[in-house]
């Protein structure tokens, strides 16, 4: 069945720094990827998201590009800052999954110092 | 604020016992989608209603049960409760279900259950 593998946390970066997550899929059809971002104590929200083969998502500086011949979709930011300091989910959406639920990664915490 | 609602935001209850989670979708959403994150499982998809109807189902245990009513919100019903139901438990809405391969879900702020 479908699946989403994200690197595992938790991931702390000083500020500034370069971000990447790394997160790979298997999929049966054309999957829609998305990142979700959680803060402390809150629900998930809509980082980003692409659809499509080739098409890069991006929002509040950070991007991801759907690649199908390496089958991932890794989040990256140039420069993080505390603000960012979340859990992340990689998730996809698929014409295989009944419903088009979103089929979830464990989720990369990061913490991001001063 | 993602315009879905969830009540309560905590419930605390003991084993064997019922509750009823709540929730209302964005304005014109039709589609509602129920998750339960917990530390072992992580977010798991559990039940999808669109207008009012069950279209998908996840890994719903038979104790749990679901319904959308016409004015579209929708409660999730936890039965025979067991200390591992303890968990975080998501609503998120849709706008429609036929595209929903590329449509993004928005979440409410969750009701963390907690069985003792």
């Known amino acids: 069945g479908d699946s989403v593998t994200q690197m595992e946390g938790p991931v702390t970066l000083s500020e500034e720094a370069f971000l990447t997550i790394n997160c790979t899929y298997t999929?049966?059809?054309?999957?829609?990827l998305f990142w979700y971002v959680q803060y402390p104590g809150e629900g998930l929200q809509l980082l980003l998201k692409a659809t499509k083969a080739d098409d890069k998502g991006s929002n509040k500086g950070f991007e991801a590009t759907y690649r199908k011949e390496t089958t991932s979709f890794h989040l990256e930011k140039g420069s993080v800052q505390v603000s960012d300091s979340a859990v992340y989910f990689c998730a996809l959406t698929s014409n295989s999954n009944s419903g088009y639920a979103l089929n979830f990664g464990k989720g990369t915490s990061l913490l991001v110092t001063p | 604020d993602s315009g879905v609602t969830q009540t309560p935001k905590h419930l605390i209850t003991a084993t064997g016992q019922r509750v009823t989670l709540r929730c209302s979708p964005r304005s014109g959403d039709l589609s509602v989608y129920w998750y339960q994150q917990s530390l072992d499982q992580g977010l798991q998809f559990l039940i999808q209603?669109?207008?009012?109807?069950?279209?998908a189902k996840g890994n719903i245990l038979e104790r749990f049960s679901a319904q959308q009513f016409p004015d579209l919100h929708s409660e999730l019903n936890l039965s025979s409760l067991e200390l591992g139901d303890s968990a975080l438990y998501f609503c998120?809405?849709?706008?429609?279900?036929?595209?929903?391969?590329?449509?993004?879900?928005?979440f409410g702020p969750g009701t963390r259950l907690l069985v003792l």
């Open positions: 998120a809405s849709s706008a429609s279900w036929p595209s929903g391969r590329q449509e993004t879900q928005y």
């Open positions: 999929a049966t059809g054309y999957p829609s």
């Open positions: 209603y669109y207008n009012g109807e069950e279209r």
